[in-house]
């Protein structure tokens, strides 16, 4: 079985300032990951996912991650914190047995704050 | 093209009621799944169907809970006899058919049980 640890349940930034979010990961087999971010009162938007092609992985609004498979981590970064990036974050990942047709399995999520 | 559609939105229930959840698909997509996101916890998998088919059920609960995708129509998840525990958000993301790993989630429906 896989799992997926956020650590921080809270991250405070300053606006301009560099984001990282920590994801590590447990699995057995090797893992497709993914980050999705969830604006209050909404569902879940895809910011970039890993399926074991490049291991330094770019999504939309300028973030990225890294899989490293030696620290089983896959932390999520962008240069420049925004504004509008205030929101919670949740790393996921699936072990893709039925082609990456399965159920994801969900970090508990960490809750970005932008000061200004 | 339309993205994941769910309704309603917000549900109310007293206990005891039944509550019936919907979901359409992106178009073209025919691999459906719902989670459950209860406050302070994460996202949690619930089932995850294909087309008349329920594929994995494993994260369902044995009872009160069931879930269908027909050949026509939007997948329910429907809940019987609710109590204040089933209070939550309720999501469904979609997929497409093959050689594609990530889900495209819906809004949520919010149930609040009375």
């Known amino acids: 079985a896989q799992s997926v640890t956020q650590l921080g349940s809270h991250v405070s930034v300053s606006e301009g300032a560099l984001v990282l979010l920590r994801c590590n990961y447990s699995s057995s087999v090797p893992p497709y990951l993914f980050w999705y971010v969830q604006y209050p009162n909404q569902g879940l938007q895809l910011l970039l996912k890993?399926?074991?092609?490049?291991?330094l992985v770019k999504g939309i609004n300028g973030f990225e991650a890294e899989f490293k498979k030696s620290e089983t981590s896959f932390h999520l970064t962008k240069p420049s914190a925004h504004m509008s990036d205030a929101a919670e974050y949740f790393c996921?990942?699936?072990?893709?047995?039925?082609?990456?047709?399965?159920?994801?399995?969900f970090g508990k999520g960490t809750h970005l704050i932008i000061q200004p | 093209n339309a993205g994941v559609m769910q309704n309603p939105r917000h549900l109310v229930r007293r206990r005891g009621q039944e509550a019936r959840l919907r979901c359409s698909p992106m178009?073209?997509?025919?691999?459906v799944y719902w989670y459950r996101q209860l406050p302070e916890e994460g996202l949690k998998f619930m089932v995850y169907l294909q087309k008349e088919n329920i594929i994995d059920e494993s994260g369902m609960p044995k009872e009160r809970f069931s879930a269908e995708f027909p050949k026509e129509g939007p997948s329910i998840l429907r809940i019987q006899q609710v109590v204040r525990g089933d209070s939550a958000a309720y999501f469904c993301a979609s997929s497409p058919l093959q050689g594609s790993y990530e889900q495209y989630f819906g809004p949520g429906t919010r149930l609040t049980v009375t």
């Open positions: 178009k073209g997509h025919s691999h």
């Open positions: 890993y399926t074991s092609a490049a291991t």
């Open positions: 996921a990942v699936s072990v893709g047995s039925g082609g990456g047709a399965d159920g994801l399995t």
